[in-house]
């Protein structure tokens, strides 16, 4: 007597953008599976490239993106002078539409930006900003939505600036991990104008080597040229995201190719050295330097790159903070931040006795800042 067991119905993958759900559910259909492609590694299936292009322009992603820019992206208005605030719901229905169309139609083209100068923290000069018309800033989100969940599981775990969920809190943990008990010699250095720096043919051949030759390339090409002949403009997570994609390419990589036991921290522009003695220090600082020229982003020489001895009475500043030893080490091993407030404990508390790491931050002077904007900031993983 034979004995047949039912089968188990298998479920059926809905395809990212079916109709089915809520738009929140499309985008996490999308995020499930751009998780997945970049966990397998090596070359991306042609179609997943190929259908990006399809998820950035549909309305649904386009519609999260207006929610985003519509909450967060604060009252600022570009060079033709409408903001966020100037529309209702039916205005933004009838932008999200417009931009679908004309992005499926090959009528897309990025318009002028407005030019501002914000104060830097401390009075040290003034940073530029570029604000894109509000039409831009919805397709800058959507292309965030859309490439971030596929692109950021490939950087670097030592690089945590303008990445969603990490904070200068978390760098600031690895880098106690990392030090240990030898790597006390410190180098901080930041890049020179990163964002205005940044040559656009390197950029896209970077960009076409993970994202492929397709319609999508095109459109982030058409960005970057816009309005700049070199640089990409400072202010959007778009931005970031491609800054963070070029300096993987340029350093990350093969820094820790080249140096797999000199860690390389990486806060945007902001970088860390954690070495052994003075002279790796010093030899590690000039060929920073040299991959960095070659790059054509040399370091920034006011203030100059330091290399500090923290076994002794030393101390390094690095992303606001005061790094100084304790208990034998810069830290104990931490791997993640405990839930709740970093460290546990309140913003900007020291804590030698818990973790052997000094937080001493400076006093923060924000720049002036459109209302809302240091929420966008946070959404996007950047620290004001």
């Known amino acids: 007597m034979s004995c047949f067991l039912p089968r188990t119905p ?15 559910a499309v985008l996490a259909r999308h995020v499930a599976e751009a998780a997945e492609v970049a966990r397998a590694g090596g070359q991306p299936p042609p179609a997943f490239l190929e259908d990006l292009f399809d998820r950035v322009s549909d309305t649904r992603i386009l519609g999260l993106a207006a929610r985003d820019v519509a909450r967060d992206g604060g009252p600022a208005r570009g060079a033709d002078r409408i903001g966020p605030d100037d529309l209702n719901d039916r205005d933004w229905w009838t932008l999200v539409r417009s931009l679908r169309r ?42 965030v939505l859309v490439l971030q969940p596929y692109l950021d599981p490939q950087f670097s775990p030592t690089t945590l600036g303008g990445r969603p969920g990490k904070s200068t809190h ?11 008990r030898e790597r006390l010699v410190v180098v901080t250095a930041d890049v020179r104008k990163a964002f205005d720096v940044v040559p656009h043919d390197r950029l896209m051949a970077v960009v076409r080597a ?32 491609l800054l963070n994609l070029f300096l993987d ?26 070495c052994k003695d003075r002279a790796t220090a010093d030899a590690a600082l000039a060929e920073l330097n040299e991959m960095l020229d070659a790059g054509v982003m040399p370091l920034k ?22 790094l100084k030893s304790g208990l034998g080490g810069l830290g104990r091993p931490s791997t993640e931040p405990p839930r709740g407030t970093p460290y546990g404990l309140p913003l900007g508390t020291s804590s030698p006795d818990r973790f052997g790491l000094a937080l001493v931050p400076r006093p923060v002077l924000r720049p002036l800042q459109p209302k809302g904007s240091d929420q966008r900031d946070r959404k996007d993983g950047k620290e004001p």
């Open 170 to 180: 978390h760098a600031l943990a690895l880098a106690t991990q990392l030090a240990g």
């Open 102 to 143: 004309a992005l499926r139609r090959g009528w897309y083209h990025p318009g002028d930006e407005l030019k501002v100068q914000i104060p830097k923290p401390g009075g040290r000069g003034f940073r530029g900003l570029s604000i894109p018309l509000l039409a831009d800033r919805v397709l800058q989100r959507a292309l």
């Open 10 to 24: 298998t479920r059926r993958r809905l395809p990212v953008l079916a109709h089915a759900g809520t738009r929140e």
């Open 301 to 322: 020489q006011d203030p100059a790159p330091a290399v500090s001895d923290l076994r002794g009475r030393d101390s390094a500043r690095w992303l606001g903070f005061t």
């Open 210 to 241: 993970r994202l492929g030759d397709t319609r999508l390339t095109g459109l982030i090409e058409a960005m970057v040229r816009s309005n700049r002949e070199v640089g990409i403009a400072q202010g959007s997570a778009l931005s970031s995201l």
């Open 249 to 274: 390419e340029v350093v990350d990589r093969p820094w820790k190719a080249r140096h797999p036991n000199i860690p390389l921290l990486r806060w945007v522009d902001d970088l860390l050295l954690l």
